[in-house]
């Protein structure tokens, strides 16, 4: 028969739409040679997300803490999937763990090294990730569509976000490295090119070219840094003089500006992925399922904050001149207690969430506001909550025992937390300043309302706002 004469019924799509007759006949990646570059994608997305998480909490830009987060949950996810992958192929994942080549092991320490976040970045999306996308698409061009189509589909489903946070460092380099910086690394981005071809390429496809693996950010190990910094844009980052949770119990208060107050609260969990990111970081021997949950939850801690920040948007105020976003919590947990510890606090705090006074109010108190907006992210804000507790209960609690001896050890863990407000005025690095009337009369202003007295005059002490916040509890 000739090929060429052999068609579909009435030229229906062959092969289920995914190859031509042609594509399908050609040979491709034997399951070794598949198997053999799986593990290499996989091990590219396991460091990345380990570098991303590793350079969060001290990395003080606050879009590049958002941008880690989520692309830390892409590389978590994607990692996951091509462990299950390896799992499909007469092999179960063992030797997943196994570093695939030493020069490869150096070009991702390398990065995570990089001394400042100017080659961090130029590390991370202009040479890591580029190079993961070839590996990437080189699987698409040389395997069988027909017979890996499960790997195929993974390659482009990766190539997605891959694609995303390339073009998100196409961004960022530019903003934050001049020039002359990028001249500067020239070097160093020459040492990461030589390492990728000594490895055979990141999947190491491609001769190896012979050489010693030299290393320069990298000869001495880089020590995890996990002291949350911030950048320039947060004035006043001990500032505790305005307690947001008092303000919106308060019937008194007027519902429609207790929004303002819903929005601080959600840009302040910037603190959650900082001191997240040093359980994930910290935390060994854990399943991968582990490192992806918890890494699911970091980023919506994340989006939440960003939540925050689109609120303020939207109302037209500037919260970079009117909020001030304080990062006591982190600080006191990454630098007081041991990784479970944190996790039992976290743990701890999202069941503490009372009946009236939880998400559900929340998103209640949106409602009555009349801004919708603030009723949409209580309203996505209340269900990642309950995703949060599921995980709290599935990693957390399990490791503890049971639900009463997980709240009882999360309980006793944040009561050794020490965040000394009296302290942090004492020593000059705030007069937490009550930042709220500005804040309000502000929006009033822009709303074309009179402002409330009582709103206008809220003002509460740190020691106040706890045995407030204890009445409420006693009556809730």
Request: proline share 6%; hydrophobic share 45%.
């Amino acid at each position: 028969m000739n090929i060429t004469d052999y068609r579909s019924f009435n030229n229906l799509p062959p092969v289920a739409g995914i190859a031509s007759f042609a594509e399908a006949m050609q040979l491709g990646l034997s399951i070794d040679d598949c198997v053999a570059r799986l593990k290499r994608h996989h091990w590219a997305f396991r460091r990345l997300h380990g570098i991303f998480i590793q350079r969060l909490a001290a990395e003080p830009v606050y879009e590049l803490k958002m941008g880690f987060s989520l692309h830390a949950h892409y590389c978590a996810e994607h990692a996951a999937a091509w462990r299950q992958r390896v799992g499909e192929m007469r092999e179960p994942p063992l030797g997943l763990d196994v570093v695939p080549h030493p020069a490869l092991e150096a070009f991702f320490d390398e990065i995570l090294a990089a001394p400042n976040t100017g080659a961090l970045l130029v590390g991370l999306y202009e040479q890591a990730l580029p190079a993961l996308r070839v590996a990437l698409q080189r699987h698409l061009a040389e395997t069988n569509r027909l017979v890996d189509h499960p790997s195929f589909r993974l390659c482009r489903f990766a190539l997605i976000e891959v694609d995303e946070m390339i073009a998100y460092g196409a961004q960022a380099v530019p903003a934050m490295l001049p020039a002359a910086g990028l001249a500067a690394l020239k070097p160093w981005v020459a040492l990461l090119e030589e390492l990728l071809a000594q490895a055979g390429g990141l999947d190491g496809s491609q001769p190896e070219v012979p050489g010693v693996v030299q290393r320069q950010f990298s000869a001495l190990p880089r020590l995890p840094d996990y002291v949350p910094q911030r950048d320039e844009r947060f004035s006043d980052p001990y500032n505790m003089g305005v307690h947001a949770e008092v303000f919106l119990y308060d019937l008194a208060m007027p519902v429609e500006a207790k929004p303002l107050m819903m929005y601080y609260k959600r840009l302040r969990e910037i603190d959650v992925p900082e001191m997240m990111a040093s359980i994930i970081g910290e935390t060994k021997g854990k399943p991968w399922e582990y490192t992806v949950d918890l890494t699911r939850q970091l980023w919506d801690e994340a989006r939440h904050a960003m939540m925050g920040e689109i609120g303020f948007l939207r109302a037209g105020l500037d919260w970079r001149k009117l909020v001030r976003v304080n990062f006591t919590w982190s600080l006191a947990l990454n630098t007081q207690l041991q990784p479970l510890e944190r996790h039992a606090v976290l743990y701890f705090i999202e069941q503490g969430l009372m009946p009236k006074t939880g998400k559900r109010f929340e998103w209640e108190v949106g409602q009555a506001s009349g801004d919708a907006f603030s009723a949409l992210i209580q309203d996505y804000d209340w269900a990642d909550e309950v995703l949060h507790a599921r995980i709290g209960r599935d990693w957390y609690v399990k490791a503890i025992g049971d639900a009463k001896q997980a709240v009882e050890y999360g309980d006793a863990c944040w009561s050794r937390v020490l965040i000394d407000w009296r302290s942090y005025r004492d020593r000059g690095l705030t007069s937490h300043e009550n930042w709220w009337p500005a804040l309000y009369a502000e929006w009033c202003r822009l709303q074309g309302r009179t402002p409330d007295p009582a709103a206008l005059a809220y003002a509460t002490s740190y020691e106040s706002a706890r045995a407030d916040l204890k009445d409420i509890s006693a009556s809730a």
